[in-house]
């Protein structure tokens, strides 16, 4: 089975800018989370989609914002990027049940300069 | 006070020692835990989940959950150099009170296994 995928792996992008992460989930998942991981704040949760509804929302501006399609690919949205916002976009899928274990993709390393 | 909370380390132990890594939680209604490990310039990979209080092995890997003192913990048995990485410990909330698949996460340990 094929894991979690996300791309671009990298990304340079200048203030001012908009980006778009794209995340495949595990073939049968349906929940798609999306966290961002910097040196400083660790791993933060953004948000979560589930059936193509946003199910959980982190303490993000609403620069961030995401979006899932109908066949369970996830795509998140910055706009108007900062300095501040350079960190690692991580993905992870899971079934969407109670207790369910969350799988990582490789992640997008995002730059703004 | 934070949601998750981890000595960053670093852990500093001998191949074939025992590591033992700590997490505490906030809040009580808690109901999952996950132990992640992340080597450097990688993702987060799941090694271990525990659901119930008590102490759930595999390999040599045990996780240990004490919910009235709000502790999870890992040991790691036989220490090898490839160990050496960030153990992120991560937390899902009760789905009645919003839970659902967002896990809050500490900020990870350090281990480093010497040869």
């Known amino acids: 089975k094929a894991g979690v995928t996300q791309t671009p792996r990298y990304l340079i992008k200048t203030r001012g800018q908009q980006v778009t992460l794209s995340c495949s989930p595990i073939s049968g998942h349906r929940s798609v989370s999306w966290y961002q991981q910097t040196p400083g704040q660790g791993l933060q949760f953004l948000f979560e989609?589930?059936?193509?509804?946003?199910?959980n929302k982190g303490n993000f501006p609403g620069r961030f914002s995401g979006r899932q399609f109908s066949n369970s690919r996830s795509e998140m949205n910055v706009s108007t990027l900062e300095l501040g916002d350079s960190a690692l976009y991580l993905c992870?899928?899971?079934?969407?049940?109670?207790?369910?274990?969350?799988?990582f993709g490789s992640g997008t390393q995002l730059s703004v300069l | 006070q934070k949601e998750v909370e981890q000595n960053s380390g670093p852990l500093s132990v001998p191949e074939g020692a025992i590591a033992s890594l700590n997490c505490t939680y906030s809040?009580?209604?808690?109901?999952?835990f996950f132990w992640y490990r992340q080597y450097s310039g990688k993702s987060p990979e799941l090694i271990m989940f525990?659901?119930?209080?008590g102490d759930k092995e595999d390999g040599r890997f045990t996780a240990q959950l004490n919910k009235a003192s709000q502790y999870v913990s890992l040991l790691i048995r036989d220490s090898q150099p490839s160990d050496s990485a960030t153990y992120l410990c991560?937390?899902?909330?009760?789905?009645?009170?919003?839970?659902?698949?967002?896990?809050?996460f500490g900020t990870g340990t350090q281990l480093k296994v010497e040869l």
């Open positions: 809040d009580r209604g808690s109901q999952s």
């Open positions: 525990i659901y119930s209080n």
């Open positions: 991560a937390v899902k909330g009760d789905i009645l009170t919003g839970g659902g698949n967002k896990l809050t």
């Open positions: 992870a899928s899971s079934s969407g049940g109670t207790n369910e274990k969350l799988f």
């Open positions: 989609y589930f059936s193509e509804t946003q199910r």
